[in-house]
């Protein structure tokens, strides 16, 4: 039997490469983070949005308006920065925050 790509562009698996913005927005959409505030430099055509749940707080920077290549900083428990790179760095940030309290 003769598989072509366009046989596996349906199975559940075929999202796995999406952004980390999108992974991201769903994991903190599911846990009730809030839009703090929001400003664009416009000499740079960069956005910086201010995330918060709590007492943690993140940043999401993306410049012109390209989402897929947002970057994201967040601060650990002693207020160190955090670059993110995964979800799961988000995640292990969050998680330790929030059990300080």
Same mark, same amino acid.
């Not at 790509?5 to 991201?24: G, Q, R």
């Not at 897929?68 to 969050?94: H, M, P, R, W």
């Given at each position: ?31 009730? @983070?809030?839009?703090? =505030?929001?400003?664009? +430099?416009?000499k740079d055509n960069v956005t910086t949005?201010?995330? $918060? %749940? /709590? ?19 967040? @601060?650990?428990?002693? =207020?160190?920065?955090? +670059? ?9 940030? $969050? %998680? /330790?925050n929030i059990s300080q309290l």
């Open positions: 039997m003769v598989f072509s790509l366009k046989t596996f562009k349906n199975l559940p698996m075929s999202n796995i490469s999406s952004s980390l913005h999108a992974k991201v927005h769903k994991w903190i959409d599911s846990f009730g @983070f809030r839009l703090n =505030g929001s400003q664009t +430099n416009y949005n201010h995330y $918060f %749940f /709590e007492t943690f707080n993140f940043l999401e920077r993306a410049k012109n308006n390209d989402l897929k290549n947002s970057k994201f900083l967040c @601060f650990d428990a002693y =207020g160190e920065a955090i +670059n993110v790179k995964s979800l799961l760095d988000l995640q292990t940030a $969050f %998680f /330790e």
